[in-house]
């Protein structure tokens, strides 16, 4: 069992930034890989980025490329989403998520967090 909690949302203005913060817990945290999605009002959830359980390799979304960057501290057991250069259209619940290591970032992920809202005013 994995457990997922996010933090770091919150009210930005355009072209701010904001750093989220996933912590997970339980034993079994080791050899996932780790993605985080959103989803906003009105719209389907959709990915944003994924890393690999060593961190050696990343994959965004095209859109978002460029302008947030994912990152994890397995000793700390912490997932980060950078994002810089932040739109209206940013703004959306993000969700993290992890699966088992090696599967890619398609498919499903076996555990999710609450959400944390991050809202970007114009």
């Known amino acids: 069992q994995v457990q997922l909690v996010e933090s770091g949302g919150g009210l930005v203005q355009a072209g701010g930034s904001l750093r989220l913060s996933c912590a997970a817990s339980?034993?079994?945290?080791?050899?996932?890989?780790m993605g985080w999605f959103r989803q906003a009002p009105g719209k389907e959830r959709e990915f944003v980025a994924h890393?690999?359980?060593?961190?050696?390799?990343?994959v965004y979304s095209g859109s978002l490329k460029g302008r947030f960057t994912i990152s994890r501290d397995n000793a700390e057991k912490m997932v980060y989403l950078q994002m810089n250069s932040l739109k209206p259209d940013d703004t959306a619940v993000y969700y993290c998520?992890?699966?088992?290591?090696?599967?890619?970032?398609?498919?499903?992920?076996?555990?999710w967090g609450q959400g944390t809202q991050v809202t970007v005013s114009s």
């Open positions: 998520a992890a699966k088992r290591d090696g599967l890619g970032h398609g498919g499903t992920y076996d555990y």
């Open positions: 339980g034993r079994t945290f080791s050899n996932y890989a």
């Open positions: 890393i690999t359980w060593t961190g050696g390799t990343t």
